[in-house]
């Protein structure tokens, strides 16, 4: 018997995503509002308590919204928002990210699914804390850059659009001066990190993809760990997944031999590579003398940072395969 499916929000760009990836599974039944009564709360209701389980593609206070007309205490929620990430009572939905996450996941009834630049960092990080060979009270930085469809309907509208004042001519845009960035509440806390890390966003001028890199002074590290040392741990903590891999010591290694005329530009680490995937790949990059590292993450913002997770997710809670539509 097909278990039935809810999508609240399937309309925005996380939902339809959602939406592609469950249609067609003769393991899933898709329940649909009448576009017309979208905003009713009654049959709003009526679905959110009919269903096996509900995935929240909404803004956060309409997710909280959502929850709060959930009766049933049988129908599982994944959220897409970020009002849960950090809240008591709910299970975070990375189940790569420790050895007893995906147990968790599995076992929840409430998962926060969680935000694309988070994945990456802390896929990157939470490992090395775990280790040691990142004290948890470490200064740590992260930059990143993602395609604009992470910004949802409005910034997709300015970038495809035509210039201003309709659209935008930008090829890049830097964000988060504010240093107040959403997710950082999810990285710091889910990365195991005391404080919250620097994080300095963007945008740029492709739909879809993202590279989340961090930079390490290996030497100002307590072990002082060499690059070899951070790839070890990322593979043990990711030896046998199936979305998670970590690049070979040998494929980072190819990747930083310089080109002839552009000695700067690492060939093949597009941010757009792995799009259409749930995947997600690490890299070591480290000096010659092995005193700094850059620690980088590719990953589709709308597949591992979105919509790829949330069906990972919701296969486990309902008992299907783990890779089902994936």
């Not at 809810?6 to 039944?29: M, N, P, S, V, Y």
């Not at 929840?108 to 009270?137: E, H, W």
């Not at 004042?165 to 959403?182: E, M, V």
Request: glycine residues 10%; charged residues 20%.
């Amino acid at each position: 018997m097909a278990h039935t499916i809810f999508i609240d929000g399937e309309a925005g760009t996380t939902g339809l995503q959602i939406r592609d990836r469950l249609a067609g599974r003769r393991d899933i039944e898709l329940l649909s509002i009448d576009p017309e009564r979208r905003k009713d709360a009654g049959a709003r209701a009526e679905l959110l308590n009919a269903a096996d389980a509900v995935v929240l593609c909404l803004p956060d206070d309409a997710s909280r919204e959502a929850v709060s007309l959930i009766s049933s205490n049988s129908v599982k929620v994944v959220d897409a928002s970020t009002a849960y990430r950090t809240a008591p009572g709910w299970t975070y939905g990375f189940p790569e990210m420790s050895r007893d996450q995906r147990d968790a996941v599995r076992n929840a009834t409430r998962v926060s699914n969680p935000g694309c630049y988070p994945t990456g960092f802390i896929g990157l990080v939470r490992p090395l804390v775990a280790a040691g060979l990142i004290p948890a009270d470490f200064p740590v930085t992260v930059n990143a850059i993602s395609g604009y469809s992470g910004g949802g309907k409005g910034l997709i509208a300015e970038f495809e659009g035509q210039p201003a004042p309709q659209g935008t001519d930008d090829a890049f845009r830097a964000y988060g001066f504010t240093l107040a960035h959403k997710h950082l509440p999810e990285m710091q806390i889910h990365a195991g990190l005391a404080h919250p890390p620097v994080f300095a966003p963007s945008v740029g001028r492709y739909a879809q993809g993202m590279l989340v890199e961090v930079p390490l002074q290996l030497w100002a590290l307590p072990g002082q760990p060499t690059p070899a040392d951070l790839h070890v741990a990322l593979e043990a903590a990711y030896a046998g997944e199936t979305f998670v891999e970590v690049a070979s010591g040998a494929e980072c290694a190819e990747l930083q031999k310089a080109r002839a005329g552009a000695a700067n530009y690492v060939a093949g680490l597009d941010p757009q590579a792995l799009n259409g995937t749930n995947r997600m790949r690490l890299f070591v990059f480290g000096s010659a003398d092995g005193r700094q590292a850059r620690l980088v993450a590719l990953l589709d913002n709308l597949g591992k940072g979105a919509s790829g997770a949330a069906v990972q997710s919701l296969n486990l809670m309902l008992g299907l395969p783990e890779d089902a539509g994936l």
